[in-house]
């Protein structure tokens, strides 16, 4: 249960009675009322703006309309007090039964505590990574391919019907001199001497294997011929080459996708043509000449006409090109095609998580989906910046066209998986992020995925040391579910517990926001709050976790030791990182 969702009703229905007793108009928007945790902990265990937000539309005062909610939620049973802050918040400290509720709660849920309906079934499709095939896949991409992952898992743990999507860009000329360059190394194969690279192919080894496979299906059979000959075979063979390397990079990093979808199929099925009959059809193309871009001098830029649509009625800066002065479609045409497919496909509300050089790319694409499905589909797009990708504090260079990168399998086989996916959410995705091949291994407080994982660990050593303390404690959940949870009367425990009922109300607005970092920095808190309740063991032996001598009290703190655990579990399966059971 969010019990933050649960109080917010209550204050609700507060308000509807007064309204119905003649103390407030009938029928105030109460949409923006909301129940959350305060700022300072110290004022209580819930805070509401209720007051704030309708005093105005009420016709009073905003201390007077708290004070009069104030005297009416204090009576409620689940309240053990009500005070009126600043200009008129209400804080409210909750009876200790219904925290001791929240263990049970957890115990009987597993890690299944906090799925919600939220979503309420709503179809949502995540396109990321989505990289050219021009080569395996970078440390850069997994920052992509890790949020979008995490993102889709935590939709659909609040109840949205999620779609995880790649769109292969195998449509451009990124592919023609893919092409190209693997052709030389198909010829290279077949014993040729090709000398150095030419400047403008992709010179890297990995081309080398896909010119071997084609010389050993295909012999010397494209050697001699013209380019518009073996181009169309050799661009075909050398892309399902490239994806089956990207999907096997993927698979390595734990993300599978639903659907691989292809631009060169959509554009050949007719996809642009139909953003153009439809955007025609609504009066929203012309023919015009566009200003130079920022930064031409005029003798670089020669006006010409192009097919513009009127990208500025949909909040865009400037009308947008759907085609070149020679006739050509542009990417931007593609990539409305690309849109609208998904939304006819039935996705009313579309997440795509791109790079960092993509974001002025954002205005035009939210205003091409605005226009062609009359507002009925949402675009969010995430930006994924750098990795900076480093060991030891020294800056591990790359570079995907000289060659010279490292791939994300490689540092997969370095760190590990799990590592990987966890230090790639513990920055919110617009933001640069620090990747320290030594650091993220180091077993310290400053690394949060062991931090985190450790937290796990020491819940699972607490239990198993349990059945041979104290073996007359069943450690079934559902039994600890049982225990005498009104033993756990010092406050480091009630704060633990409390911050364990915030996991339903961080999944939803993690959701809502499409944040999923949030989740990596709640789960390293909660592991911070249980750590320190351990620690205070060490000072206090009456605050250990187990205590042979008080069975009733070492299972209500049993309790709630495989609480935090399960909800730890539950954020990493979000993360799909497996929690460790032991740390070595």
């Known amino acids: 249960m969010n019990l933050f969702k649960y109080f917010r009703d209550v204050v609700v229905d507060e308000l509807e009675q007064m309204a119905a007793a003649g103390g407030l108009p009938s029928r105030l928007d109460t949409s923006r009322v909301a129940v959350e945790p305060p700022r300072e902990r110290t004022h209580g265990d819930l805070s509401t703006n209720a007051a704030m937000v309708l005093a105005k539309p009420a016709g009073m005062k905003p201390r007077d309309l708290a004070a009069a909610l104030a005297a009416r939620l204090e009576k409620n049973a689940e309240v053990t007090g009500v005070e009126v802050a600043g200009p008129g918040f209400i804080n409210l400290r909750l009876a200790p039964a219904v925290w001791y509720a929240r263990v049970d709660e957890i115990l009987r849920a597993g890690t299944a505590y906090g799925d919600s309906d939220l979503g309420q079934g709503l179809a949502v499709n995540v396109e990321y990574v989505s990289a050219n095939p021009t080569g395996p896949l970078t440390v850069g991409h997994a920052r992509g391919a890790v949020v979008g992952d995490a993102l889709a898992a935590l939709l659909a743990k609040v109840g949205f019907k999620v779609t995880k999507e790649y769109y292969i860009n195998d449509a451009g000329g990124q592919v023609d001199t893919l092409a190209r360059s693997a052709y030389l190394r198909y010829r290279e194969a077949l014993g040729e001497e090709i000398g150095e690279i030419p400047e403008g192919l992709y010179p890297g080894d990995y081309l080398k294997d896909v010119g ?19 181009l169309p075979e050799v661009r075909r063979f050398t892309i399902d080459a490239m994806m089956d390397l990207v999907r096997a990079d993927l698979e390595f990093l734990g993300v599978h996708q639903d ?38 001098t005029p003798e670089d830029w020669e006006p010409r006409p192009q097919l513009l649509f009127k990208a500025t009625l949909f909040g865009d800066d400037i009308d947008r090109a759907l085609k070149k002065s020679d006739g050509s479609w542009t990417y931007f045409a593609g990539d409305l095609a690309y849109h609208l497919d998904k939304f006819r496909r039935g996705f009313p509300l579309m997440i795509n998580v791109w790079g960092a050089d993509h974001g002025g790319y954002i205005k035009r694409l939210t205003a091409g989906v605005k226009a062609l499905t009359e507002g009925r589909g949402e675009l969010d797009v995430k930006i994924c910046q750098l990795v900076n990708l480093k060991r030891g504090g020294e800056l591990v260079k790359m570079s995907k066209r000289s060659g010279a990168f490292v791939t994300l399998r490689e540092v997969i086989e370095e760190v590990g998986k799990d590592v990987v996916r966890f230090i790639m959410l513990t920055r919110k995705n617009d933001a640069a992020l620090d990747f320290d091949l030594v650091e993220v291994t180091e077993q310290s407080r400053d690394n949060p995925v062991f931090y985190v994982q450790y937290c796990h660990a020491r819940c699972r050593s607490i239990l198993r040391h349990a059945a041979t303390e104290t073996p007359g404690i069943s450690l079934d959940a559902v039994a600890l579910a049982g225990a005498d949870l009104n033993r756990l009367t010092d406050s480091g425990e009630l704060d633990l517990i409390k911050f364990l009922a915030e996991w339903p109300r961080l999944l939803e607005s993690a959701a809502e926001a499409h944040e999923p970092h949030r989740v990596a920095f709640y789960l390293y808190d909660l592991a911070a709050a249980f750590h320190g309740q351990w620690n205070k063991g060490n000072d206090n032996a009456d605050l250990r976790f187990l205590l042979p001598d008080d069975v009733g009290l070492t299972a209500a703190r049993l309790a709630m030791v495989q609480a935090v655990a399960f909800v730890i579990a539950s954020g990493l399966e979000v993360f799909g990182v497996t929690p460790v059971e032991e740390l070595r």
């Open 259 to 296: 659907v691989f979808s292809s631009e060169r199929a959509l554009v050949e099925a007719g996809g642009v043509e139909e953003v153009q009959r439809t955007l025609e059809g609504r009066g929203l193309l012309y023919t015009g000449v566009l200003e130079p871009p920022k930064g031409k």
């Open 212 to 230: 071997a496979a084609l010389a050993a299906r295909d012999g010397d059979r494209w050697v001699g011929e013209a380019e518009a000959v073996w």
